[in-house]
């Protein structure tokens, strides 16, 4: 009767011992591995030890009662089935156990034939609790590879979306990839979970990507850009918004990187833009990449000026802490800054 796995364990709970004698008789013709117990606490004891597939329980014991134990082994282990019998049941308990999750409910005193056939049924289910358990751990297993398959395209994808701006505009090559490696660093100083450094990781990479749509002319000058210039430049965080605002993968990070993209140039004190959002009105996560955009934009060389040095550079992100900057985002990045050693190549080089 036992499947071809691994020996089937039965937990046979009962305080009288020629009943007891009985079914441990009956079911050792089969190739079980039979435990036992006379009252009700020390069942639970060698349940919760040796976790068996089955438990057959009498409902009157010493100790714990078979409904006890029923509760206690479907709390702990919804797949092991168990079976209730009894000599002076009612139907109220035949009711009350199988809505407790009861296999079955057999009446003293025990009937070979139809305890063989319970414990039969018993295994029939166990088999197919195992079958479906496995196919939920392939489906799952599909599931994760890929999941995981989606998730390189995507960021390849990414990647691929960064090297089309940096075409347009060689002077800020590798940007986008450093605002992001800073950005993260930044969030995991803050104790910020792995899926809030995955959505700020992607939009660190994908914040400047709507550069595309601004003239290229404006991208290399090697001027100061005129008011009007600049209005053209800063229509870039929209750009990049309405680039990727319908991309499904980056939607089921769980939070709209769009609007982080859309936001990443806004300041605390309003002087940002698009929207001179203000304070609360800002994402966290956008204030992180703010941060971090200052930082490697004034590390960086520019057709209009050469690269800040970092003691100019963590002045400026000082001087604007609380005003301009958030400033656990500004103390975390000037952590980074010190453990860094004010070198901007280790700043930028990720964990």
């Known amino acids: 009767m036992a499947t071809d796995r691994d020996k089937i364990k039965i937990l046979i709970i009962e305080d009288e011992p020629l009943v007891l004698d009985l079914v441990v008789t009956i079911l050792k013709r089969f190739d079980f591995d039979?435990?036992?117990?006379?009252?009700?606490?020390?069942?639970?004891?060698?349940?919760?030890?040796?976790i068996p597939a089955i438990v057959l329980t009498d409902i009157n014991l010493p100790g714990a009662s078979g409904m006890d134990i029923l509760k206690r082994v479907k709390r702990a282990s919804p797949a092991t089935q168990v079976i209730i019998f009894s000599g002076v049941g009612t139907t109220s308990d035949v009711i009350e156990a199988l809505r407790m999750g009861a296999s079955d409910y057999l009446v003293k005193p025990v009937n070979t034939g139809l305890l063989i056939h319970t414990?039969?049924?018993?295994?029939e289910r166990i088999e197919l609790i195992r079958e479906r358990m496995e196919r939920k751990a392939i489906l799952e297993r599909e599931v994760r590879e890929r999941t995981a398959g989606l998730r390189r395209i995507f960021y390849e994808t990414v990647k691929v979306l960064g090297r089309l701006t940096e075409k347009r505009d060689p002077y800020t090559a590798g940007h986008q990839q450093r605002v992001a490696l800073l950005a993260t660093a930044i969030g995991r100083k803050l104790g910020l979970s792995a899926n809030t450094l995955e959505i700020i990781n992607v939009a660190g990479l994908l914040h400047d990507i709507g550069k595309i749509a601004v003239p290229v002319e404006l991208l290399v000058k090697p001027a100061k850009l005129t008011a009007l210039e600049m209005d053209l430049m800063r229509m870039h965080p929209q750009a990049s918004y309405d680039i990727i605002r319908d991309i499904p993968f980056v939607e089921s990070l769980g939070k709209d990187v769009s609007e982080?993209?859309?936001?990443?140039?806004?300041?605390?004190?309003?002087?940002?833009y698009?929207?001179?959002?203000?304070g609360?009105?800002?994402?966290?996560?956008?204030?992180?990449?703010c941060v971090s955009?200052?930082?490697?934009?004034?590390?960086?060389?520019?057709?209009?000026?050469?690269?800040?040095?970092?003691?100019t550079t963590k002045r400026e992100i000082i001087s604007q802490k609380g005003r301009r900057y958030c400033p656990d985002c500004v103390e975390a990045c000037l952590?980074?800054?010190?453990?860094?050693?004010?070198?901007?190549r280790r700043l930028f080089s990720g964990p």
């Open 119 to 123: 414990v039969k049924r018993c295994l």
């Open 293 to 311: 955009d200052v930082i490697e934009a004034m590390s960086s060389h520019r057709p209009y000026r050469p690269a800040t040095d970092m003691e």
């Open 335 to 344: 952590e980074l800054i010190e453990e860094s050693g004010n070198d901007t």
């Open 274 to 278: 698009p929207r001179g959002l203000t």
């Open 280 to 289: 609360d009105q800002i994402e966290r996560e956008s204030k992180i990449l």
């Open 260 to 272: 982080l993209v859309l936001t990443h140039h806004e300041r605390l004190d309003g002087s940002g």
């Open 34 to 50: 039979l435990l036992t117990a006379t009252n009700g606490d020390d069942g639970i004891g060698i349940f919760e030890k040796e």
